[in-house]
């Protein structure tokens, strides 16, 4: 069984999304992420750390230092570790990139795509717009990492920028493109139908680059199609709160995942003490129970009400789904369905590979290594 591990910093600001500002970081001492890969190690199962935020690269000393000891406690026969940064990419630099290949760091790199859309929230301590400041360093992690992900966060004041935005990320290099909304945000009617405009767009995007056999992932299209091809399948794989995932905060308290790092009622144990299997299986009980307002749902398998952590973001309750989120995957799951209907018909190669063969990663990887090589 796999099994999650998340080391978090736990930022103070009231932004919504990270400044690069040590005074304002909880930061996770050495003894704590030692405690907590022990922890882990002693599951016997495969675990995937990961250096979370904050921004984890202000604390560049502290994953190597626990890459160092999870590759000790590897030849010790005490576990197998694999590992993944999640960065705003402002520190991100050569010696950094060249640690990441040698020890097999997977690096996600948070980027909202033009400028009037990511410097409306992604700025420094200074309060200034770190778009300029990303360029060369979006360029130094495909340069070493070409499949690296890059995640977008859409949020009412940038929704009209969103399918620019996507087509920016694109043609910087990025492949694959993880874009969610902030659900927290106070979305109205208005910024919704904006919304499903950008969603058409995207959809012509999308069919556009299968059609010239592009290879790419996009998030919100590739999900919803995933929902209704594999059916079963994809319910079996929906958020297991604290089951697979646990996320550590800074003093060791354990959580059942980072949206509620820092939350006592959400605490299900201690890097000191470990698991409180009687709290982990109460929380993950009480977010598995079919929402009663989602009951009668058409669309209820293939929507992401489930997701205690997104409905805790949200509306402040697990139990209470977002009548945003309901709104967006009303909009989303027809404009998705569309999109596949129409690539299905004309057995589009791209699309039948990458949606009906479960080999198609593998074989994608194969043949992108083989025109690597001859290209060199």
């Not at 560049?60 to 890459?67: C, D």
């Not at 927290?184 to 069919?207: G, H, M, P, S, V």
């Amino acid at each position: 069984m796999h099994y999650t591990l998340h080391l978090t910093n736990q930022c103070n600001m009231a932004c919504t999304y990270c400044y690069v500002n040590k005074d304002q970081v909880i930061s996770m001492e050495r003894e704590t992420a030692v405690k907590a890969v022990n922890m882990a190690a002693e599951a016997k199962n495969s675990t995937g750390i990961i250096f979370f935020g904050g921004e984890p690269l202000m604390q560049k000393n502290l994953i190597y230092e626990t890459v160092e000891y999870c590759t000790w406690l590897e030849k010790k026969h005490r576990g197998r570790f694999h590992y993944k940064v999640t960065t705003n990419g402002l520190l991100l630099d050569e010696a950094f990139m060249e640690f990441s290949l040698q020890e097999h760091i997977f690096i996600a790199f948070s980027h909202d795509g033009i400028r009037e859309a990511h410097d409306k929230h992604r700025v420094d301590n200074k309060g200034k717009g770190t778009f300029e400041k990303l360029a060369g360093k979006i360029e130094l992690l495909l340069s070493k990492r070409p499949y690296a992900p890059v995640l977008m966060v859409v949020s009412p004041d940038t929704v009209e920028f969103y399918a620019e935005s996507v087509q920016y990320l694109y043609q910087s290099g990025f492949r694959y493109l993880i874009c969610s909304l902030n659900y927290a945000a106070a979305w109205t009617d208005r910024d919704l139908k904006k919304l499903k405009i950008q969603y058409e767009k995207l959809a012509a995007f999308y069919l556009d680059r299968t059609r010239a056999e592009n290879k790419f992932y996009l998030s919100p299209f590739e999900v919803k199609i995933s929902s209704h091809i594999n059916g079963k399948t994809y319910i079996r794989e929906r958020c297991e709160l604290g089951k697979k995932q646990i996320s550590v905060g800074p003093d060791g308290t354990l959580f059942p995942c980072v949206q509620f790092v820092g939350e006592k009622e959400f605490a299900m144990g201690h890097v000191d003490t470990g698991i409180n299997e009687k709290r982990r299986e109460a929380l993950y009980g009480f977010n598995e129970a079919e929402k009663e307002d989602c009951s009668r749902c058409a669309i209820k398998s293939r929507c992401n009400h489930h997701c205690g952590c997104l409905n805790k973001q949200a509306t402040g309750s697990m139990e209470k789904v977002s009548p945003v989120l309901c709104a967006h995957e009303r909009i989303l799951v027809p404009i998705a369905d569309r999109l596949a209907e129409k690539l299905y018909q004309k057995r589009n190669p791209l699309f039948i590979q990458k949606h009906y063969n479960d080999m198609y990663p593998l074989l994608s990887l194969i043949e992108d290594q083989k025109t690597t090589h001859k290209s060199n």
